[in-house]
């Protein structure tokens, strides 16, 4: 008898709450960790606005952000890049439409450890340190200290803006330190006085220090009137065009509540 | 209800072989690619190249590497341990050190992963003096506080089933605790030890969070302790992400998933072996 009672009660626990789960209106954002400081703020405010809607966000890169959305695993996909010729082919054979959507212009602030005296470096000189051809700091006018390049893993739009930016075609160094996002990276260059690393502009902390790149340092201000180099728009994408709650989350960004949103966490407005 | 519980066990036999299965399929396509030599003794992992180099080398000696460095500090320290809680500790202590490493067993791989990004790693560079903290040290001292409670309680039960008369009859004959010990209690625990130790070695080759925080990631191939690594499971974990299904890439990441896999394997019927020997031999 009891037996049948912790049954019943589970089971009926269990329709009770997925009941209620369907009913909520579900919207789930997934992608790249540097879009997600802006789609989690968005967040937070769109639901005081809709409060019956359930937004997730999840980070992962934006190449995984993207192939969930071809999996249907996420309605928005988030990306620090634009959407690849390769991943275009498969939504092409699953007879998907992706619509892009750019939401804000990030900076791709170069960080260096505080204790470098280094202040500005050319382009030429990232790729040289990069390519693993400056090893040393003393041959820049810096310190005598090892070279110590952090990069982001290949799922990474960032990564993949850097390589488009800086690189070109050359290789990375195969002694570079991989991080697997961008507050890992800040956690990498911050404890090692070598350490030279990329993120997004909003991921700047005091415990490192963003140098100058061809004479202009990152800045809101000089990202908008492009004088500073690395600089990538912000999309997102969704599956053919969007309706119902993605609609409402993605006018609602690119709304003048929603780009002042996007300022205030250290982003560029794309309006 | 017999037949119940057999469908159950032979079910779970299936799971395995199907996820076997899968990753062989997904993983030999590599090689309508890339020539097998290339895969098992190339020296450069860089998928994301035009061609993409896919050697398997660098990741497999990072696997190595820090294994081997966990493994030369945890086993003897871990079957010193054993020793001590089995045949010396009071029942007091053994109730203090026990629940210990129970806990040491449970704290999350990613805990420490950060520790040895934030912590362990600016020690290491401030005491050695190298550019960076995350190196294979680094991730081969943590994995060996992961493996150290696996082998210490294997080895600890090995210990304990030695039969006490034989422990009686060694005394009796006048040998001290020690030479009981020596002569007669490890001899007889060896294989459960030694399989022990090979579980140990087990848990370490398979920890992906652990290295994927820990050792740098840089898939080079070199014999100092001090320099960044990166193992097969780390590469798995930071690329399997990104890489287009139906690529080269992707499918070489199988086929270091069926590598990664097939030396699991190797450990486990190993430590079998040993195990049924040793079994055999009480």
Redesign the interface.
Known sequence: MKKWILFISGALVLVLSTLQLLAQEALVLQGSTTVLPIAQRAAEAFKKLHPEASVTVRG??S??GI?GLLDGTCDIAMSSRKI?E??LK?AQGKGITVKEFPIAIDALAVIVHPSNPVKNLTLSDLKRIYTGEVTNWKVLQGFD????VVSR????GTFECFNHLVLGEA??T???????SNK?VV??VA?????IGYVGLAYVEPRVKAISVEGVAPSIETVRSGRYPLKRELFFYTRGEPQGLAKSFIDFVLSKDGQRLIQQVGYVPVK | MERAIKAMALSSFIVVLLIVLFLLKEGIFTFKWVKPKEFFLGLTWFPTQEPPKVGLVPLLWGSILVTFGAIVWSAPLGVGLAIYLAEIASARLRGILKPALEILAGIPSVVFGFFGMVFLGPFLQEVFGIPTGLCALNASILLGFMALPTIVSLSEDALSAVPWTLKEASLALGATRWQTIKYVSLPVASGGILSAVILGVGRAIGETMTVLMAAGNAPIVSLSFLEPVRTMTATIALEMAEAPKGSVHYHALFAIGVVLLLVSMAFNVLADFFQERWRKGI
């Open positions: 992962g890169g190449g995984v192939a690849k390769s991943e498969i200290s090892k070279v110590v893993d290949s799922a990474s290789p990375l195969p002694r570079a330190l991989y991080q697997a890992g956690t990498v404890t090692a006085k070598g350490a």
